[in-house]
């Protein structure tokens, strides 16, 4: 069910202009959590993949929400790395549209048990401003922002220049020379900060209330197994992942998200 939100956040007064209107699905526990931003490329490199995937379950574990866009790639990863429960996604279309299609599993598991938000009133299809519109409340909500991996003219710049703007902490991994241009001006402009160490930044947020191990599963799968040899190992831990939009299957083989 689509529901409208009728009480004052202050996270968004960092935004040039307070959402007019604010729609929800989901648990809105979750907006009184710490919380960081994650967005990033849309293909990110398999270093990016797994760095990813570990902050977000690693931050998740010290009762930190993670916010992202819901998209393909980085946002994907870090909703999934977090566990739909503890992951916001904002969406640049109406929260009656699953969009992107290969995430709709992932997005309804968020709608159920995590949160969905978007500005945009039933039956709107998503836009290349409406996306803008969605990377700055992504931007808002966050207590500090990490740009996995970026281009110079992508999106996630854009997403820099909101965290700028609004004097947010940028975080971004670091990269080698002429991959992830876009974070690499960033620390080159010392704009950003680059994580090294994953437990070290993950520390800031208090002491994880479970151990973070490293998963075999994502790790098996980022060799782009056969479905077959990943059932074999895995069993239903292969369609659970696939459901929640972790990995797809093309052509007999699994792909990481």
């Not at 729609?23 to 967005?39: A, D, S």
């Not at 990377?135 to 808002?140: D, G, R, T």
């Not at 197994?225 to 699994?254: C, H, M």
């Given at each position: 069910m689509i529901s409208k939100i009728d009480f004052h956040i202050?996270?968004?007064?960092?935004?040039k202009k307070y959402p007019k209107e604010l729609?929800?699905?989901?648990?809105?526990?979750?907006?009184?959590?710490?919380?960081?931003?994650?967005?990033g490329t849309r293909k990110p490199s398999n270093y990016t993949k797994e760095m990813v995937y570990q902050i977000s379950k690693a931050l998740a574990s010290r009762g930190v929400c993670i916010v992202s866009g819901g998209a393909m790639g980085v946002d994907a990863l870090a909703h999934s790395g977090a566990g739909v429960d503890n992951t916001i996604c904002v969406l640049g279309n109406s929260l009656d549209i699953y969009y992107p299609a290969v995430n709709k599993n992932l997005l309804m598991q968020i709608s159920q048990q995590g949160l969905l938000l978007s500005q945009f009133p039933a039956t709107f299809k998503a836009t290349p401003w409406s996306f803008v519109v969605?990377?700055?409340?992504?931007?808002?909500?966050?207590?500090?922002v990490i740009i996995a991996e970026a281009s110079m003219d992508s999106g996630s710049m854009r997403s820099a220049d909101f965290a700028l703007a609004m004097k947010k902490k940028l975080f971004?991994?670091?990269?080698?020379?002429?991959?992830?241009?876009?974070?690499?001006m960033l620390l080159k402009s010392s704009l950003a900060t680059p994580i090294y160490d994953i437990e070290e930044f993950s520390s800031h947020f208090g002491v994880a209330t479970q151990s973070v191990e490293r998963d075999e599963f994502y790790y098996f799968c980022q060799k782009s197994?056969?479905?077959?040899?990943?059932?074999?190992?895995?069993?239903?831990?292969?369609?659970?992942?696939?459901?929640?939009?972790?990995?797809?299957?093309?052509?007999?083989?699994?792909?990481?998200?």
């Open positions: 202050n996270a968004l007064e960092s935004m729609f929800y699905k989901g648990n809105l526990e979750l907006l009184k959590r710490p919380k960081v931003t994650i967005v969605r990377n700055e409340l992504v931007v808002a909500l966050g207590d500090i971004v991994l670091p990269h080698r020379l002429n991959e992830s241009s876009g974070t690499n197994p056969t479905l077959d040899s990943a059932i074999e190992k895995f069993g239903s831990r292969v369609y659970e992942a696939e459901l929640e939009g972790v990995i797809s299957v093309e052509n007999g083989l699994i792909r990481l998200a």
